[in-house]
């Protein structure tokens, strides 16, 4: 696919690092799978990803945690 912020780049699989900060708490989750720009870097997480991410991020601030930073384990 084409990138929808440089609009040059193509996109291609791979993995992120994604840092959310919800609630006061900032969870960092490594090796995300996404779609990486060669071009300008930008990264894409298809929505069933992004949803798990945005639920794990609102669970963190539930638990008082401020910082967390874990390994994405694949689908649960």
Avoid: F
């Amino acid at each position: 696919m084409k990138c929808a912020v440089c609009k040059v780049g193509e996109t291609k699989e791979g993995t992120a690092t994604i840092v959310l900060n919800r609630n006061g708490a900032t969870v960092v989750v490594k090796s995300v799978p996404a779609r990486l720009c060669a071009n300008c870097g930008e990264e894409y997480v298809d929505e069933a990803v992004a949803m798990r991410l945005l639920r794990e991020a609102e669970a963190a601030a539930g638990r008082g945690i401020q910082v967390e930073v874990r390994e994405y384990a694949g689908s649960r």
